[in-house]
């Protein structure tokens, strides 16, 4: 609450303002900012893929890319959602920003057999999705895998 100070009043009673004062809003409005800007990065989850490592040059990665992901029990993930083999062609060809001609970044964890990844990028390709890039953690140039055998 606050009074006014007015030269215009003539009895000696102070008479209350009624204005809001905003600055506690502002504030508390600012501590929630900072606290959502804080715990957003850490509420992203991603699937536990263990992938091995390349000496490649990264490249630029795209604004929303697709991701389809072979788990270590040889099951599949789109983004974040699991996908059966069957549904997968279709559940590609119903996401709305998703095109023949945009790329599919396959993920694919160490354990997983080549027989087994090949087969999904046959199923891609059967599918029209053609433009299929592997993905891969990055290693520094010149050093062995992380997975290699040392003599």
Do not use: W
């Not at 303002?17 to 600055?23: A, E, R, Y």
């Not at 890039?133 to 055998?149: C, N, S």
Request: negative net charge; aromatic residues 6%.
């Amino acid at each position: 609450m606050g009074v006014s100070l007015a030269d215009n009043d003539d009895d000696d009673d102070f008479s209350e303002t009624h204005d809001i004062n905003v600055t506690p809003f502002i504030d508390v409005i600012l501590v929630l900012l900072i606290i959502f800007m804080v715990a957003a990065p850490l509420s992203t989850v991603d699937l536990p893929i263990d992938l091995p490592t390349s000496s490649a040059t990264p490249q630029k990665k795209p604004d929303k890319p697709t991701y389809l992901s072979i788990k270590p029990d040889l099951t599949l993930a789109l983004g974040e959602n699991p996908v059966h083999r069957a549904e997968l062609i279709g559940t590609l060809d119903g996401l709305s920003d998703m095109s023949k001609d945009k790329y599919v970044f396959l993920r694919a964890d160490r354990s997983v057999p080549y027989g087994e990844l090949m087969g999904v990028m046959e199923l891609l390709r059967s599918g029209g999705y053609t433009r299929v890039k592997l993905v891969a953690l990055e290693g520094a140039p010149g050093a062995p895998a992380a997975g290699a055998a040392q003599p």
